[in-house]
């Protein structure tokens, strides 16, 4: 699907100060980099680089006064790539030194000033001067906001947000329809996704984090129909509730002192006792019948939830059948405290989940990030492949671009065609990783072509109060 196909129109609201809007750049179908040679791939982004940033340049504040204090002005070069990165782990946590706290329901008409400097749009003041009075949660504040934008077709998701400071990332109809294109392509070229799949996924159906919304529209585009997709855990996982959960950031005063001595140990003690217990008990009832009719499954979430799920199995001595071309797929990374390691717990999915033939069905896992409209699968191998359409590397400490076929620095991307047109997705992370660019010397051994994430080289190197865990969702 490409991008002029799927694009919706939009009504973008100017006032009289607007500068006048550039060209969108030229598209391509996301698609067509797979087939494209390592010199054509490379012209193509480079050029829609540029492009986008002339376009960003031109109608996004933020990033005009981030770049343009760097020396870059409207026009980039090649050299000028490094300084075009943001980091991921600030730019949509901005808010909070914006506002002075990290809750921006107190202060909404800020709040909505600040979106709309990070947006490639020209937001009229009088829109945002509507948000006036203080919401009582966050899930409020970001539903007035979706409604006040509903013209632009506005979505607001969220990164787990487990420290207490959740990325709040927006999306419009096209940034979103791209996401669901490029999860859509790497869930059928990586794990063989087809629309006679039955996908169980170990995660609430009503929540704003990115990941698992965008999982589940994906998996409906690959032609599954809504009596095949299923959530396991029952209840919905608004990011307030996430927040308190967590135990890590409480408000002030009275209500803090509610959310830290009342609503903190009796949402843990529901999450262990009944909503656990309860999204092992709705996986099982749906992966019985599966086994049973032969369906092919997608069993997806996070280690933990899985891992709950095959100790069930494991302690009563009982494994899970499933069809051929089952795949267990894995996310969100791990709970700081939880007793075993990775390894050890796909070890134990290995164990509980098997093909008919009596082999341990695939477990392979989807490293992305809220504020990409993107994910690298795992390969047969355990190595993590980037789509074609994304120009990743690695950068130094001091932003450096680092040279040769495998490197190890922070994942930097730039995602010129499949990110949308509300912000630039050119982005440093917070995640240290080896990277193979996959020429001559460092081709996957799975044999797929291009860039790729080396297995259990991803490393999270932010501070501990800012890494987030869609684990404890």
């Not at 376009?55 to 990033?63: D, F, G, I, P, R």
């Not at 203080?134 to 632009?152: G, M, N, Q, T, V």
């Not at 109809?173 to 791209?178: F, I």
Request: glycine share 8%; hydrophobic share 40%; with cysteine.
């Amino acid at each position: 699907m490409s991008r002029g196909s799927t694009r919706s129109r939009l009504h973008i609201l100017r006032h009289h100060h607007a500068p006048a809007p550039v060209a969108r750049p030229h598209t391509r179908a996301l698609a067509d980099f797979w087939n494209m040679s390592s010199e054509e791939r490379w012209t193509s982004l480079l050029a829609g680089i540029l492009e986008r940033h002339t376009y960003h340049y031109q109608l996004n504040k933020a990033y005009r006064n981030t770049v343009a204090a760097r020396g870059v002005g409207s026009h980039a070069t090649p050299d000028d790539l490094p300084r075009l990165l943001r980091p991921t782990a600030q730019t949509f946590k901005s808010y909070i030194d914006a506002l002075g706290t990290p809750f921006p329901q107190d202060d909404p008409r800020g709040f909505v000033e600040w979106l709309a400097d990070q947006l490639s749009l020209d937001v009229s003041r009088e829109r945002w001067e509507r948000f006036r009075s203080p919401y009582r949660s966050l899930e409020k504040l970001l539903r007035a906001i979706e409604h006040e934008f509903r013209d632009l077709g506005l979505e607001m998701l969220t990164s787990s947000g487990t420290s207490g400071r959740a990325s709040i990332i927006p999306r419009d109809v096209t940034s979103t329809e791209l996401t669901v294109e490029s999860f859509y392509l790497a869930f059928q070229r990586y794990f063989g996704m087809r629309a006679d799949h039955r996908a169980i996924f170990m995660m609430p159906r009503h929540t704003r984090i990115a990941m698992a919304r965008m999982a589940r529209f994906s998996v409906e585009r690959v032609g599954l129909t809504p009596d095949r997709v299923h959530f396991t855990i029952p209840f919905p996982a608004y990011p307030d509730q996430v927040r308190i959960r967590a135990g890590r950031t409480f408000r002030m005063g009275l209500r803090g002192a509610l959310e830290r001595f009342l609503w903190h140990p009796t949402m843990r003690f529901l999450q262990e006792k009944l909503v656990d217990p309860r999204a092992v008990e709705k996986a099982l009832t749906l992966l019985i019948p599966a086994a049973a009719h032969g369906e092919r499954v997608l069993l997806f979430g996070s280690l933990t939830h899985l891992h709950a799920l095959a100790l069930h199995l494991l302690d009563r001595g009982q494994r899970m059948r499933l069809a051929p071309g089952s795949l267990v797929g894995t996310g969100g990374g791990m709970k700081e405290t939880y007793p075993v390691g990775p390894e050890e717990i796909r070890r134990d999915l290995q164990e509980a989940f098997l093909s008919t033939d009596g082999s341990p069905l695939p477990v392979r896992d989807v490293y992305g990030m809220a504020e990409a409209n993107w994910a690298a699968m795992q390969c047969a191998e355990g190595n993590y492949h980037v789509p074609p359409w994304v120009h990743v590397v690695t950068v130094d400490d001091d932003g450096r671009f680092l040279s040769g076929i495998r490197t190890t620095g922070l994942l930097a991307f730039f995602d010129p065609f499949g990110g949308g047109d509300l912000f630039p997705a050119f982005f440093r992370s917070a995640d240290r990783v080896t990277l193979l660019t996959g020429q001559e010397g460092s081709r996957c051994p799975c044999g797929e072509a291009g860039a790729y994430l080396e297995r259990a080289s991803i490393r999270r190197v932010d501070l501990v109060g800012e890494a987030g865990c869609a684990a404890q969702v």
